[in-house]
């Protein structure tokens, strides 16, 4: 079974600032797909950025870039220039590219950032 | 965009009692799930649907049961409430196949609900 491991329960960050979480995860598979999702107070899960594993380049979404060293089994996320509004529960998800059970979404336990002005 | 609802954002109910937790969504997608979210568990999957009248348990389907009964409408049943119960349920859809979006979980505002 895939385990999601986010080592990192709380981080801050000063405003403007470069902010890095880290997700590592356990795999036999080759092909699978990665996520990070961020749920703010209103406790809906939003989606941040995917990966697919088969991709070399890391997936980039304006403020947001991954990390992706898929040998390490790692998907660090990177937020640049900080603002009050990605002060959030960060977490990162594993998803299988096979059928059945696997398709269900494996977290990890999350990773709380603040963002301090 | 894709639009996913839940029924009730807060609900109180008495152990022993029959919950639904209904869940909705507007984009036509063949998936469907369940999530409880507990503080330092993360998300965890109680129940899953792939199509109409399918459905697969997740990692903790026990004292729960779902029913999918239209493509659009996804619901979570608690046949007797208890107070382990207590958790915030997150339901989710997704589209199935490769490519942009698609197999992307897109979750609904979630469910508070306690069990008294």
């Known amino acids: 079974a895939q385990t999601v491991t986010q080592s990192q329960p709380e981080m801050s960050v000063q405003e403007a600032e470069t902010v890095t979480l880290s997700c590592t995860y356990d795999?036999?598979?080759?092909?699978?797909?990665l996520f990070w999702y961020k749920q703010p107070p209103s406790r809906q899960m939003i989606l941040v950025i995917r990966?697919?594993?088969?991709?070399?380049q890391n997936a980039t979404e304006n403020r947001f870039s991954v990390n992706f060293q898929k040998a390490a089994k790692s998907f660090s996320l990177k937020i640049s220039d900080s603002q009050l509004g990605d002060a959030a529960m960060y977490f990162c998800?594993?998803?299988?590219?096979?059928?059945?059970?696997?398709?269900?979404?494996?977290f990890g336990s999350g990773t709380q950032l603040t963002v301090l002005p | 965009d894709v639009k996913v609802t839940q029924s009730s954002r807060y609900l109180v109910k008495r152990t022993g009692e029959k919950v639904f937790l209904e869940c909705v969504q507007d984009?036509?997608?063949?998936?469907m799930f369940w999530y409880r979210q507990d503080p330092g568990l993360g998300l965890r999957l109680i129940y899953f649907?792939?199509?109409?009248?399918m459905k697969e348990k997740g990692d903790i389907p026990e004292g729960y049961s779902v029913s999918r009964e239209k493509k659009e409408r996804f619901s979570l049943i608690l046949e007797s409430a208890s107070t382990n119960q207590t958790s915030m349920y997150l339901c989710?859809?997704?589209?199935w196949g490769r490519g942009e979006r698609k197999e992307t979980q897109y979750f609904g505002p979630g469910t508070r609900l306690l069990v008294l």
């Open positions: 989710a859809s997704s589209l």
């Open positions: 795999t036999s598979e080759s092909d699978y797909y």
């Open positions: 990966q697919e594993a088969y991709k070399q």
């Open positions: 998800a594993y998803r299988s590219t096979f059928s059945g059970s696997a398709r269900q979404l494996t």
């Open positions: 984009m036509d997608h063949e998936n």
């Open positions: 649907s792939y199509d109409v009248k």
